[in-house]
């Protein structure tokens, strides 16, 4: 069986942000110590299967404020002929690459090619590059991680990071900050319909590192440098501890092994891409 189910034992750790005492942190160690890595170009068969070759691009991607769209309009303004491949040739304007969804939201434009839809950076596999993300070879033209280049909601893939308000009985309050698998409910009612999805499939989990290894640069952007370093050391002890919600379903399938922070011999892991490696 490819994709495990959505419910499934995990184990937490929540622990007061060392940069924010306001902030308590609640993290998924099940996720973050599983083997997931992005397997597009290598197995991913889209969550349409109308467009197997676009990933997860074929939506397009909502903007997360103002100040998101702002950033990833002034890399937009750095593209070429020689990264996008859909560039305009000649100055780039809002309207080539924005749209407003039918709730009126924005996000980068989407188009149909040879019959399969993905977001207008969504470079194809004609391409002198190949298929794959304009920002992100931006990226690595710059020597910047994709994070700095991408929308939002495209490096946080496959995180998902999300706020709540807590109480406690003495009346004292606390803001929790979640950090765990961006799965097919992040996606709303419409995740369940999605044909094929890659965090909870055991296609996807065959990476030698652990999540919170390979997305350091993503985890440290999400929760601060001092809370990501304070996630260390509990993911490493949790993998030591060899518990049975050590591992993630999808990850007992494979077969692949879990691996602690103190085993990876290199400080600044990467993920595969069909791209030049980006600095991440």
Same mark, same amino acid.
């Given at each position: ?51 197997? !070759? ?5 939506? /397009?991607? &909502?903007?997360? @404020? ?8 002034? =890399? #937009? ?105 961006? !799965? ?5 009612? /419409?995740? &369940?319909?999605? @044909? ?8 996807? =989990? #065959? ?74």
């Amino acid at each position: 069986m490819p994709e495990v189910d959505l419910v499934f034992p995990r184990a937490f750790v929540e622990f007061v942000n060392p940069a924010d005492e306001t902030e308590v942190m609640r993290c998924d160690l099940t996720w973050l110590t599983s083997s997931y890595r992005c397997i597009f170009g290598q197995g991913c068969k889209g969550i349409y299967d109308t467009s197997p !070759d676009t990933g997860c691009c074929t939506l /397009g991607a &909502h903007f997360a @404020d103002e100040d998101d769209e702002a950033r990833v309009a002034d =890399h #937009v303004g750095m593209l070429d002929e020689t990264l996008w491949q859909f560039h305009p040739g000649r100055k780039v304007k809002k309207k080539d690459w924005v749209e407003t969804d039918a709730e009126g939201d924005r996000k980068t434009l989407t188009h149909e090619v040879d019959g399969q839809s993905a977001c207008v950076f969504h470079n194809r596999s004609d391409f002198h590059l190949g298929a794959g993300c304009a920002l992100h070879a931006l990226a690595f033209v710059l020597e910047k991680n994709p994070l700095e280049t991408k929308p939002d909601v495209c490096w946080q893939l496959p995180l998902r990071r999300t706020f709540r308000e807590v109480e406690r009985q003495d009346g004292s309050s606390y803001t929790e900050v979640s950090i765990g698998e961006y !799965d097919r409910r992040g996606w709303g009612p /419409g995740g &369940h319909d999605l @044909d094929w999805y890659c965090s909870g499939n055991t296609e996807a =989990h #065959v990476a030698p590192e652990p999540v919170y290894v390979t997305h350091e640069p993503e985890l440290v952007a999400l929760m601060g440098r001092a809370a990501y370093d304070e996630l260390v050391r509990h993911c490493d002890a949790h993998v030591a501890s060899r518990s049975a919600r050590a591992r993630h379903p999808a990850a007992r399938h494979t077969g692949a092994r879990a691996v602690g922070y103190l085993d990876v011999k290199t400080s600044a892991p990467r993920r595969r891409s069909r791209y030049p490696r980006c600095s991440e």
